[in-house]
């Protein structure tokens, strides 16, 4: 696996240097910072409100991440490696055809994957940071039926 880090966003480098050796899949990953106007997922969030801290474009093999609401939450690097392994997940997902049976089953399945790479306690934590400094306007983005009920379930299921 590699990323082509467009404008050379530092935490997916460290990332990738950390754990390259352990990732499983076989393909190409643009990777930016939310600053940068070259990747589709900006120009799709120009329309929309969400702002999520990684933001996985399954279809375009590309993961940004969110300069405002990784600051808001104060992530540690490796609450912000859990974030980006998470979001592989979605892409080991696609690529395999894992089949999902709705969006809480999907995103328990790309938790496992950064469970996988050792960083359960940092995604949980970086989850826990997320309920507490993220807005309910944010939570609503997800798109889950009961945003705060659903990641409360994710973190305690870690």
């Known amino acids: 696996m590699n990323f082509d880090n467009i404008d050379k966003t530092e935490i997916f480098d460290a990332f990738l240097g950390k754990y390259r050796d352990k990732i499983d899949l076989n393909s190409t990953i643009s990777v930016y910072n939310s600053d940068c106007q070259g990747g ?3 120009q799709q969030l120009e329309s929309t409100n969400n702002d999520s801290p990684y933001i996985c474009d399954v279809e375009n093999f590309e993961i940004m991440r969110s300069e405002s609401i990784c600051s ?7 609450e912000e490696f ?3 392994a998470h979001e592989l997940g979605h892409l080991n997902i696609k690529l395999n055809d894992i089949e999902c049976n709705d969006t809480q089953d999907e995103e328990c399945k790309a938790d496992d994957y950064a469970v996988k790479l050792g960083l359960k306690s940092e995604l949980k934590s970086a989850l826990s940071k997320m309920l507490t400094f993220c807005s309910d306007d944010w939570l609503k983005t997800l798109e889950i ?3 705060e009920s ?3 379930k994710r973190i305690t299921r870690l």
């Open 40 to 42: 589709n997922i900006v």
């Open 72 to 78: 808001a939450c104060n992530f540690t690097q490796k």
């Open 82 to 84: 859990a974030l980006i």
């Open 145 to 147: 039926s009961d945003y």
């Open 150 to 152: 659903d990641l409360e």
